[in-house]
């Protein structure tokens, strides 16, 4: 059973940072793409970075390369989004996926079609 399971949102005053985990199971991590997405209240969802996790290449939204660091620990197949100076505006759930290698290389993620997990919530007050 393929599961990715997120954690570490919560509800921070705006300046905080927090680190959001997503622990997977059930497939060939190494072979894959891994991103984190997000969606706030009456908007759309948007890609915010991804990782490959054989050779670790990084990729960004451009809104998202200055407060937000993507990492992984490969042992625990497990991907982190660090999220530095939040803002009130980054209040969202944020998903976790996983998809082909294809989309990260061609740096196309934020298209990327894949598993999602369910999601863990993020309120930045001001």
């Known amino acids: 059973l393929v599961q990715l399971v997120e954690s570490g949102g919560g509800s921070v005053q705006a300046g905080g940072s927090l680190r959001l985990s997503c622990a997977t199971s059930?497939?060939?991590?190494?072979?894959?793409?891994m991103a984190w997405f997000r969606q706030a209240p009456g908007k759309e969802r948007e890609g915010v970075a991804a990782i490959v996790a054989s050779d670790e290449s990084t990729y960004y939204a451009d809104s998202a390369k200055e407060r937000f660091t993507i990492s992984q620990d490969k042992a625990k197949k497990t991907v982190y989004l660090e999220i530095t100076t939040l803002r009130p505006e980054d209040t969202a759930m944020y998903y976790c996926?996983?998809?082909?290698?294809?989309?990260?290389?061609?740096?196309?993620?934020?298209?990327?079609?894949?598993?999602w997990g369910q999601g863990t919530q993020v309120t930045v007050s001001s």
């Open positions: 996926a996983s998809g082909s290698r294809i989309y990260c290389k061609n740096d196309i993620w934020p298209k990327m079609q894949g598993t």
């Open positions: 059930g497939f060939a991590y190494i072979n894959y793409c």
